[in-house]
């Protein structure tokens, strides 16, 4: 009976179910239901009464704070009207910043476009301004006004809080306060709030109040930046889980909690080299002022007022390349812009197309994108081909597009009623109400508005006519005609960026929506609430996603369009303190049940135990110790099974991982015996090396000399990863073509070319015979021609000698080798048959007509072959690529002057290194093999550094990349089948290896070890002929 209940087992799930029978938790969770429920319902309307409170504070500060800036510009407008000088503007606009310490700027600009500004120093810091600015500055005057050259100068002067002058300086300015937004606004005679756009000499944003004055020949504006309304907002919400975000209409933000995620840098561009015209038109140019639109995103937007998107970057892009600088102007409609350019008051636009008539005059760069048109349809009409589908309906078209003259020629598509919008949003609105059928845009612009005003019930269709029938999709640069010399700069660094940087571009703005999305509503129920007044000033309960939440929204300006402000809660909030009662009745629930946590401890011991044990075992399956693995004995059954599987799945692992090791040395093996099998001169050679590597390896593991003392492989597969790499030390040669490393003479390529020399030399031979008849036919004495022929003959058989004692490469080149070479080949043969039919494509593509009078020998254009694709320096390879793939000329190659190889084919067998590193990076070798890519890879690099191809130095060369060398170059000296060499006596070998010790290309302990332990010789008594062995 006890030897039965010793060896009984229980089941793991009645195990488990005994421990935690003994812990009843209902009580406690009926107890935390209660409490829950009581206090719910108090604690919901606090907190609830507590964020209305708030958010009224919140939108009461910016309605306050708007209308303080409003009757602010409209005080200083009536007061302004009657001064004519700045003597006169100055006291007063100090004294109104003083009284308004959160104005950033005031100023006063005329229709004579004069401008006088004062800027609050205590608002910005030094490294938000474009300015040089110290501790002591208080105030900036701006003084902008026409020079007795007609021209602007601005001058600007920095002072004290007692307005003393600490600098002053004057330069030329571009600056026309009477084209400025906010100037051409003001004319309409009411106060205008800006939308946010980028201030001058500052890198923030804000908007401008402006108003006309009463004599109506100055506006005076009033700047506030949107980091006042952000810090307000996160100094209230700092201490509240919630969310506030203030913007406009049109769903652009303006002020929110949130912060707005970095902007990814520009890529390093290098400077284009310029001629020192270039730059000095540059320098004389700076700063071109430029379009920036608003919202067509993603290409060409502004955030705030600073400028976003694709054709931006390429700006960026440009003025890092040339020094170009572009002042962005924002804030105006594309037709205005358009009438600006125009009128000379902006010096370039950008992103838009090269027409045929004529809309935009100026100098048009190269284009900087493309972009298909598209138009943005209800659903129902998804299914068009054509926009004369649309005939009798209305579509909207931005003011000022180039497509607009297109679509509005009377012969082209009458019966469409074009209706031009200010903005894409004018556009989306008349679309959704009904009043247009369409809206035609870029695609992608279309595609992203869709996405902005969360629009679900329209279709961008692409495919379309006449978009698809020859409309120009590209968008381009434009200058004025005044700086047309610019273009051939901007034109080059326009190429570069299209080549190097298109693809980071278009992932960047195409694909990754975030650059983008961070300056819209982000809730699409901000729309809904907008459009519904009776639910404005209340905090409404919506669903966003799948959570509860609570949005306060409410309108706090009434420029056009509207500014809102939104709050967001989300409802777990309001549990935050019901769930703090819930967690202090846990606390004292848990002291209750610990007692019963160490009960169910207590039994779980031997579970825990059993497992602890079962995880060591797995421990030491991954370290693969399979020598060391003993089964987990345990009463549980479920467990008592674990362990013995594991104990299976161990050896049948182990057995697996041999069949694997087995076959990865047979493919290894493999591969080198197929590389060894694709030449005849170089059979065995990728065997021999791991023979003669490991005879090395292991002398130095034995040696006791202090240079190897430290040297051992510490295991059996850091032995095998050595192996494994000798093995693979040629495997790029499978990229070598056979012809190229079994080059035996200079004229060889798929065959040995001499062949069709002499046949050429045969037809001298005959030609000189035929020209000895017709001698004796023209009456001269046969035996004077015959010493003739025979001279000729004798000439013929001295010159062909000496080309194929040159072909053999076996005697040094001369310079005077090579002049007799030339003379030779100089001589002409007639050719009768056409050399440009029969031949394959790709020989025809090469083919160069050449005249039926052919020399004898000749450097023809088809011998010379250029590279498929440029050469990879990846992977820290540092070898200079000679310009062309082949150079198959028959004098350049009889011209080598020591050996058989020209710079061409000494790199493409070189490149072998190349091809094995990139074999061998691609491979996922296992851990206990990752240095075989390495160790493979570093047999042709010597201790000075001069080898190939990473040129590595002694430094980086560790004992087994040494010993690796050694093998390589001892097997390729001793052997005796390599087509451009005889087999070298053991003598001359030795002699060739000790003068590459002398000159760094080889480990001189290492060779000293290979001579004393006498390695050469048990090798060549092993693996050479008898004939090769002269030990």
């Given at each position: ?82 001064k ?26 005329t ?51 007692s ?35 980028l201030?001058?000499n ?7 109040y402006a ?57 390093n ?64 409609d ?19 197309q090269?027409?045929q008539?004529?809309?935009?005059q ?50 082209n ?14 556009g ?20 992203n ?19 698809n ?10 200058l ?114 610990i ?18 044990s ?33 104990g299976q ?11 694997q ?65 000798a ?34 030399f ?26 003739w ?42 050719r ?89 990076e ?22 000075s ?25 001892f ?61």
């Open positions: 009976m006890i030897r039965c209940f010793k060896n009984a087992t229980f089941s793991i799930r009645v195990a488990i179910g005994t421990l935690f029978i003994l812990i009843t938790a209902l009580t406690s969770i009926l107890l935390l239901s209660a409490h829950y429920k009581f206090a719910y319902s108090t604690l919901k309307k606090h907190q609830l009464d507590e964020y209305s409170l708030v958010s009224e504070e919140v939108a009461q500060k910016i309605k306050s704070a708007d209308s303080q800036a409003r009757h602010l510009t409209r005080s200083l407008a009536n007061i302004i009207a009657s004519n000088s700045i003597e006169q503007w100055q006291p007063i606009l100090l004294a109104a910043l003083e009284s308004n310490p959160e104005v950033y700027s005031l100023y006063v600009g229709n004579t476009d004069e401008f006088y500004q004062i800027i609050n120093l205590d608002l910005i810091s030094s490294s938000s301004s474009n300015m040089k600015l110290e501790e002591s500055d208080r105030w900036v005057f701006v003084y902008i006004h026409r020079a007795e050259d007609g021209k602007q100068r601005k001058t600007v002067t920095f002072v004290d809080e307005l003393h002058v600490r600098e002053q300086y004057s330069l030329p300015s571009k600056f026309l306060p009477s084209q400025r937004p906010w100037f051409q606004s003001a004319l309409s005679g009411d106060i205008v709030k800006t939308e946010p756009y201030f001058q500052m890198t923030t944003s804000g908007q401008t108003f006309l004055t009463p004599s109506g020949h100055a506006v005076v504006g009033v700047d506030i930046l949107l980091s006042t309304t952000s810090d307000m907002l996160s100094e209230i919400f700092k201490q509240h889980s919630s969310e506030a975000f203030v913007f406009r209409q049109t769903g652009e933000m303006v002020a929110s909690t949130r912060s707005s995620p970095a902007e990814n840098t520009s890529p561009l290098p400077l284009l080299t310029m001629t020192k015209t270039e730059q000095a038109l540059i320098q004389k140019a700076n700063p071109l002022r430029i379009s920036n639109q608003k919202h067509w995103a993603p290409m060409d937007y502004n955030v705030l007022g600073v400028p976003r998107g694709y054709s931006i970057d390429i700006l960026k892009m440009i003025t890092q390349m040339t020094g170009i600088q572009w002042e962005f102007v924002n804030g105006l594309w037709s205005t812009f358009v009438r600006q350019f125009n009128n000379h008051s902006l010096d370039a636009l950008h992103s838009l090269h027409t008539d004529g809309y935009i100026g100098a048009f760069s190269d284009p900087i994108f493309s972009l298909p048109f598209g138009i943005l349809v209800p659903e129902h009409l998804s299914s068009i081909q054509s926009i004369t589908d649309l005939n009798g309906e209305k579509i909207a078209l931005v003011s000022g597009w180039s497509i607009l003259p297109t679509l509005s020629l009377p012969n598509y009458s019966e469409i009623e074009i209706i031009e919008v200010n903005s894409l949003f004018m989306i609105e008349l679309l959704k109400s009904g009043e247009v059928s369409g809206l035609i845009d870029s695609s992608i612009v279309l595609k508005i869709t996405q902005q005003y969360f629009i679900d019930d329209v279709s961008v269709v692409e495919d379309i006519a006449p978009f029938q020859g409309i120009d999709w590209q968008f381009h640069i434009v004025r005609e005044k700086y047309s010399e610019l273009l051939p700069v901007i034109n080059r660094a326009i190429s570069k960026i299209i080549n190097s940087e298109q693809a980071n571009l278009q992932q960047k703005w195409q694909s990754d929506l975030s650059m983008i999305q961070h300056r819209l509503v982000p809730h699409p129920i901000f729309y809904e609430l907008m459009a519904s007044p009776q639910k404005h000033g209340h905090l409404v309960n919506v669903l966003m996603g799948s959570k509860e939440t609570y949005i306060y929204l409410q309108p706090v300006s009434a420029s056009t369009p509207k500014e809102f402000l939104a709050i967001v809660l989300p409802a777990e909030i309001l549990h935050k303190q019901v769930l703090n009662q819930v967690y202090q009745t846990a606390e004292v629930t848990a002291l209750l049940v007692p019963m946590l160490w009960l169910a401890w207590f039994f779980g011991t031997p579970i825990i135990r059993t497992v602890k079962l995880e060591q075992k797995t421990l030491q399956i991954q370290s693969k110790d399979y020598q060391q693995l003993k089964p987990v004995h345990s009463r549980i059954r479920e467990l008592s099974l674990l362990s013995k599987s594991i799945m161990a050896t049948q692992l182990q057995a697996n991982e041999k069949q090791e087995i076959l990865l040395d047979s493919i290894i093996e493999l591969i080198a015996g197929a590389i060894d099998a694709k030449s005849p001169y170089t059979a065995k050679h990728c065997s021999r090396v791991p023979i003669l590597a490991m005879m090395l390896a292991d002398a130095a593991e034995s040696s006791r000399r202090p240079p190897f003392e430290n040297f051992c492989f510490r295991s059996e597969q850091e032995k095998r990863e050595f192996r494994i790499a093995w693979l030390h040629d495997c790029g040669k499978l990229t070598v073509p056979e012809h190229i490393v079994d080059k035996g003479t200079k004229l060889e390529a798929n065959y040995n070319r001499l062949h069709e020399i002499r046949m050429r045969e037809v001298l031979w005959r030609d000189i015979e035929l020209e000895g008849v017709k001698k004796q036919l023209n009456g001269e004495p046969e035996h004077q021609v015959t010493t022929i025979n001279g000729r003959h004798k000439q013929l058989q001295r010159e062909f000698s000496f080309i194929a004692s040159l072909n053999t490469g076996e005697t040094v080149v001369t310079e005077e080798d090579i002049a007799h070479l030339k003379k030779i080949g100089a001589q002409t043969w007639a009768h048959f056409d050399d440009t039919i029969g031949l394959s494509p790709f020989e025809k593509s090469k083919k160069v007509h050449t005249p039926e009078i052919e020399t004898l020998l000749k450097d023809a254009p088809e011998h010379k072959i250029e590279r498929y694709h440029s050469p990879s320096h990846d992977y820290g390879i540092k070898m200079d690529a000679p310009h062309l793939l082949s150079n198959l000329g028959e004098i350049y190659n009889l011209s080598i002057t020591r050996g058989t190889l020209t710079k061409e084919d000494r790199y493409r067998i070189n490149e072998h290194m190349v091809s094995g590193i990139k074999m061998l691609s491979l996922p070798f296992p851990n206990e093999l990752k240095s075989v890519p390495r160790l493979a890879t570093t047999h042709h690099e010597t201790l550094g001069k080898g190939y191809p990473r040129k590595l130095s002694a430094e980086d060369l560790s004992t087994k990349d040494r010993i690796l060398a050694i093998a390589d170059i097997e390729a000296l001793t052997s005796g089948d390599r087509p451009y060499k005889k087999a070298f006596p053991m003598n001359k070998v030795l002699a060739i290896m000790s003068d590459m010790v002398q000159k760094e290309q080889i480990d001189a302990d290492l060779y000293s070890l290979f001579i004393e332990q006498e390695i050469h010789l048990r090798y060549a008594h092993e693996f050479l002929k008898p004939e090769e062995d002269d030990s």
